[in-house]
Every structure is written in structure tokens, then in C-alpha cells.
């Protein structure tokens, strides 16, 4: 059984860092897509930055320059760290991971979903 793990969620102030991590078991992830989306209160699910099996990325612009997003094949993991937070990145954060090398952007191309950890920047 496939399982994604988020971790590293929690409250920050304005302008700090976090480090979100995502590990998977049930079956590896090396060549496969990796993306991370979230979700405000009262607002649709958004992508935020994926990694494909080629480690290319892509980010949502209003994130670029502050979040990166890398993956350690040998620990089967994705990371998200996110510097110079702002309150309007407050939301439940999602791992995803996908059935195919490539790099995507819709949450419907993810195949594989975690549960979730929650980030809430307070200003």
C-alpha cells in the first residue's frame, strides 16, 4: 500500500522558514513526479511547486524566488522549503506523486495523495 507522509508543518511568523518533507512507502519514487499543492480555507486547492523524475521544476509565481522544492531518491522523499513566508501562504499543505516521470501542474494528474500538514504564518 502506497502511503505519502508530510511533516514539518506549524506556525511561523512572518518572514521565517520552513521545511516541509514528504516520504513515501509502499513503492519508490525515483522517476516519478512530485508535486506540492495547498489549500486555504475556503479556497480551491492550488498547485504550488513539482519536481520532475529529470529534477526539473516549476513553481506557482507567487512563490517563485522563495519556495524550492528537491527530492533524495535514496530516502524516497520530497522537500518543500519555504523562506520569507508571508500570512497569504497559511494553508494545509499536500504532497502528490504522480504515475509518470513527467512534471505537472494539475492536482488531476496526481495519482498518489498525503494527508496533509498545516502551515500558518502569522503576522
Not at 19 to 25: E, N
Not at 35 to 46: D, L, M, N, S, T
Not at 101 to 123: D, E, H, I, K, N
Request: net charge positive.
Amino acid at each position: 500500500q502506497v502511503q505519502l507522509v508530510e511533516s514539518g508543518g506549524g506556525l511561523v511568523q512572518a518572514g521565517g522558514s520552513v521545511r516541509l518533507s514528504c516520504t513515501a512507502s509502499g513503492r519508490t519514487f525515483d522517476n516519478y513526479g512530485m508535486g506540492w499543492f495547498r489549500q486555504a480555507p475556503g479556497k480551491e486547492r492550488e498547485f504550488v511547486a513539482a519536481i520532475a523524475g529529470s529534477a526539473t521544476r516549476d513553481y506557482v509565481d507567487s512563490v517563485k524566488g522563495r519556495f524550492t522544492i528537491s527530492r533524495d531518491n535514496a530516502r524516497n522523499t520530497v522537500y518543500l522549503q519555504m523562506n520569507r513566508l508571508k500570512p497569504e501562504d497559511t494553508a494545509v499543505y499536500y504532497c502528490a506523486a504522480g504515475t509518470s516521470p513527467f512534471l505537472r501542474t494539475m492536482a488531476s494528474a496526481y495519482f498518489y495523495w498525503g494527508q496533509g500538514t498545516q502551515v500558518t504564518v502569522s503576522s
